[in-house]
């Protein structure tokens, strides 16, 4: 069965320093991976994704994340962080061959920062 | 081009009683997902229909949980009973397939609280 850990709960950063949130996932093929955004009161949006090819993806709002098979990772990054970056993140799976599109999401990070 | 819409945004009940949501997906998207979202989780996928067939109903609750998509746009969730543990936020989101390479775009979720 597929599955998402993000092992950091909550994560505090200064406006203007990098972040670095991680994703560790399990899953019996290859995967199709996903970072998405949660502001409060807000539905999810899509940061990026990775299918296949260059490993280092780029996404909206200055977001990258780098796919490390070997060591089952999907990390998010960000050089500068803006206090409007402040929001729960989620990293999710999905599966890559058939019709079926079922995400598996981790359980957050909440990224607060501080000005 | 027009969001995902969700009513109500909020709602509260007792337990034992009935509860419908509704669902209208980005206008062409063939399919659509209902996730439920338990405070401090992340979305589990509850439904996923295509067009008006289901594709994946594995993780939905039959015994008091039921949905349909009728003429194959918009949705309801309904839950009968409803239990304490169904307080959560539940999402809807749509995407133009089925495959996990397109996109799925969220609505801003009704927050459920159970009583």
């Known amino acids: 069965a597929q599955s998402v850990t993000q092992p950091d709960i909550h994560i505090t950063v200064s406006e203007g320093a990098s972040l670095e949130l991680r994703c560790n996932y399990s899953?019996?093929?290859?995967?199709?991976l996903f970072w998405y955004v949660q502001s409060p009161g807000q539905g999810l949006q899509l940061l990026l994704k990775?299918?296949?090819?260059?490993?280092l993806v780029q996404g909206i709002k200055g977001f990258e994340a780098e796919f490390k098979r070997s060591q089952s990772s999907f990390n998010l990054r960000k050089p500068s962080v803006h206090w409007s970056d402040a929001a729960e993140y989620f990293c999710a799976v999905g599966p890559y061959t058939g019709t079926a599109s079922k995400l598996t999401f981790g359980t957050g990070t909440r990224l607060q920062v501080t000005l | 081009e027009a969001g995902v819409a969700q009513s109500p945004r909020y709602k509260i009940i007792e337990k034992r009683q009935s509860v419908a949501f509704w669902c209208n997906p980005i206008s062409g998207h063939a399919t659509l997902y209902w996730y439920q979202q338990i405070l401090g989780q992340g979305p589990k996928l509850l439904i996923q229909f295509q067009n008006n067939g289901v594709v994946d109903d594995s993780q939905l609750p039959k015994d008091r949980f039921s949905a349909e998509r009728l003429k194959g746009v918009d949705s309801t969730l309904k839950i009968q009973p409803a239990k304490l543990e169904d307080s959560a936020v539940y999402l809807c989101?749509?995407?133009?397939?089925?495959?996990?390479?397109?996109?799925?775009?969220f609505g801003p979720g009704t927050r459920l609280t159970v009583t």
């Open positions: 899953y019996g093929a290859t995967p199709y």
């Open positions: 989101a749509s995407s133009p397939g089925t495959h996990s390479s397109y996109e799925q775009y």
């Open positions: 990775y299918f296949s090819g260059d490993t």
